[in-house]
């Protein structure tokens, strides 16, 4: 039980995270936390547990809040910021990979005890991350245009631009989160575990991002009521100094 604790708080802490620092820093909060979190979901993506009667990768949450990400920028921000949040993670890993390398050319000293576990760890990261990589690419800019597809049919069929942020939210997110769910497994992870547990990990995965875009509903409806409150308050003193 201890698992499904730790990925219960972790949602909790990351998606009120994504809150906070949009919420402290703006639409360029949320750039970072990006950056943040396609570095450090590539790394954890490595370690797998079992939990809710699953066995599963550790990284699905920290993945989903890349979609809230863009979901809330795409609402606030609109399409071309969500985009470019999408492109910093990209230019982020490529460098993360890059460096990352770079340490295990380096010969260790006789007294160095750390090199064998950075061998364990990042030997296999330019895998996972350039798998990981490919599919972002691929997920989030679909997740970026379904969003904004769904935006204007609900706008044109109610004639309200705020109406069924619901929809747009969960109807791109979920379809994004097979393509993830599906196309990192098999691409990270082919070779190397059998069928079944392959099949495992992909189902299991779709069934965290089930959860997880469906629980991110309310940040996005609170990250645009922010968003319009802290808008609301500048035009307010703009107003009264003219």
Same mark, same amino acid.
């Given at each position: 039980m201890t698992n499904e604790i730790l990925l219960i708080g972790s949602l909790l802490v #990351?998606? &009120?995270s994504v809150l906070l620092w949009f919420? #402290?820093? &703006?639409t360029g909060g949320l750039m970072a936390f990006t950056v943040f979190a396609t570095i450090a979901a590539n790394i954890e993506v490595m370690i797998l547990v079992d939990a809710f009667g699953m066995e599963m990768t550790l990284g699905n949450i920290l993945f989903a809040t890349t979609f809230l990400v863009t979901d809330i920028l795409s609402e606030v921000a609109g399409k071309s910021t969500a985009q470019k949040a999408v492109w910093a993670g990209i230019a982020a890993?490529?460098?993360?990979i890059l460096v990352s390398q770079s340490w295990l050319v380096y010969t260790p000293s006789t007294s160095d005890w750390v090199m064998p576990s950075m061998q364990a760890v990042f030997s296999n990261t330019p895998r996972m991350m350039l798998s990981s990589l490919a599919v972002y690419v691929a997920a989030q800019l679909?997740?970026?245009w379904l969003y904004h597809a769904w935006w204007k049919l609900t706008e044109r069929k109610t004639g309200d631009h705020r109406a069924f942020l619901w929809?747009?939210?969960n109807g791109s997110t979920l379809l994004s989160q097979l393509i993830n769910a599906v196309l990192f497994t098999g691409l990270a992870f082919w070779g190397i575990y059998d069928m079944p547990t392959l099949v495992s990990v992909a189902l299991s995965s779709y069934v965290i991002f089930?959860?997880?875009s469906l629980l991110d509903t309310p940040v996005v409806y609170?990250?645009?009521r922010l968003y319009e409150k802290k808008m609301g308050q500048t035009h307010d003193r703009l107003d009264s100094k003219q």
């Open positions: #990351l998606y &009120g919420y #402290l820093f &703006g890993n490529v460098l993360f679909f997740d970026v929809l747009r939210n089930i959860f997880t609170a990250a645009r």
